[in-house]
């Protein structure tokens, strides 16, 4: 199917980076919001964006083009000559609801729907129109002008032609667009979620520091380190998110408790100036440990009983392994194609070495002991992948 106009429902910080990823090859983009004042934010960021690429050495020309593409409206009533829609609204299915049925009114029959949602089923998602064929996740990073991956989720009901258009829609904006079986938090996040959650774990049970942690992470395979990043993101949506997971994974996913206390403590990260880590007022730049973090640490720890002081000595493999782990359950149930697993890792994160050529390099048989050993200690977060078993059993030593 031929796209020749796009529209981005939502123009907060997500929206109108797309829009940006949309006019930087030239596809003009219908940009809504509910009110004036949050377009002039979306259309202000946009702005901006465009500017950094203007200092940074692009033809002023060359930008006031491309912003002469966005469009900006409040109505629904100029989606009639839409080929495809983006949703870039609040991670709330009840808002999403409103936005479909609306967007099933207003386009035209055979215009494509898509959600940027991070985890929400595109199934549920989709129900909402009488074009669920037409209906697909299309799931960027942030900052989406930037960042190479879009994870794009079929429903049940979709189409392989709706698939495919997103594929090619991705990949005309220069992405990795890497098709992704429907679950919860997708591929990435998913395994990012593992790996996050340890981290925390670590932390808890005395086995590294803050400062310790993260640099490791970074030594092993990351640009930033899983406590940083927390308090990039916010502890109130780490927190969310890894409650979602609980509840969709099971134990495996079970959320480590400092989230919770630093959320009531409002100790939400770079947000609040203070996190894991403390922040200068002035530069917002990180200025070490927050020293109120033993104050959170010991409170869980005395809620729990005595500290737990962890059996196996610390070492970065540990934050991986999990990620390796669920890394081999999504291969086995089938979420994406092998050869699409460390590509988009690397690509959505920024990992210098994706989890499956982690385990590879580590030696699978060597990787299923360590997880085994770390089972026995730790309990269910470390439950061997039955794929990585039989790899193992059957003298495998690349993944396929």
Not at 116 to 129: A, E, K, P, V, Y
Not at 131 to 157: Q, S, W, Y
Not at 188 to 197: E, F, H, Q, T
Not at 355 to 371: E, F, H, R, V, Y
Request: aromatic share 8%; proline share 4%; charged share 25%.
């Amino acid at each position: 199917m031929q796209i020749n106009r796009v529209a981005v429902v939502g123009a907060g910080t997500m929206g109108s980076s797309i829009a940006v990823a949309f006019i930087g090859k030239g596809i003009p983009v219908l940009l809504k919001d509910i009110d004036q004042a949050q377009l002039d934010k979306g259309l202000a960021n946009i702005d901006r964006l465009l500017k950094s690429r203007v200092d940074k050495g692009m033809a002023k020309k060359d930008a006031d083009a491309q912003r002469a593409l966005v469009e900006a409206t409040t109505e629904y009533s100029k989606f009639s000559d839409v080929d495809f829609v983006i949703e870039a609204v609040a991670e709330n299915i009840d808002i999403k609801k409103k936005v479909f049925e609306s967007l099933d009114e207003y386009c035209n029959v055979d215009a494509i729907f898509s959600s940027n949602t991070s985890s929400l089923s595109i199934t549920q998602i989709g129900s909402f129109t009488r074009r669920p064929d037409k209906v697909v996740g299309m799931h960027f990073f942030n900052p989406a002008h930037l960042m190479k991956l879009v994870e794009v989720i079929p429903g049940l009901e979709t189409s392989q032609d709706t698939v495919q258009t997103a594929i090619s829609l991705g990949q005309t904006l220069g992405k990795l667009a890497v098709r992704v079986e429907e679950c919860a938090s997708f591929l990435v996040n998913r395994l990012l979620g593992r790996y996050m959650n340890e981290a925390l774990w670590c932390l808890l049970e005395g086995a590294a520091d803050i400062e310790t942690i993260d640099k490791a992470a970074c030594d092993f395979a990351m640009p930033i380190g899983p406590l940083a990043l927390r308090d990039m993101n916010g502890a109130d949506i780490g927190l969310a998110v890894a409650k979602f997971n609980f509840q969709e994974y099971g134990e495996r996913f079970a959320p480590c408790p400092i989230l919770e206390q630093m959320v009531e403590k409002n100790m939400l990260g770079q947000k609040t100036m203070g996190g894991f880590y403390a922040y200068d007022k002035e530069t917002r730049k990180r200025a070490g440990a927050n020293a109120e973090m033993s104050t959170i640490l010991n409170a869980v720890r005395n809620g729990k009983g005595e500290k737990k002081n962890a059996t196996i000595e610390f070492k970065a493999e540990r934050l991986f392994l999990p990620m390796i782990n669920e890394a081999f359950l999504c291969l086995q149930e089938r979420i994406c194609a092998p050869e699409d697993l460390d590509p988009a890792l690397c690509a959505g994160l920024g990992m210098r070495i994706g989890p499956l050529a982690m385990a590879t390099q580590m030696g699978l048989d060597n990787c299923l002991k360590q997880i085994e050993e770390h089972f026995e200690v730790f309990g269910e977060r470390f439950r061997p992948a039955p794929l990585l078993k039989r790899y193992v059993w059957s003298k495998r030593t690349t993944i396929s």
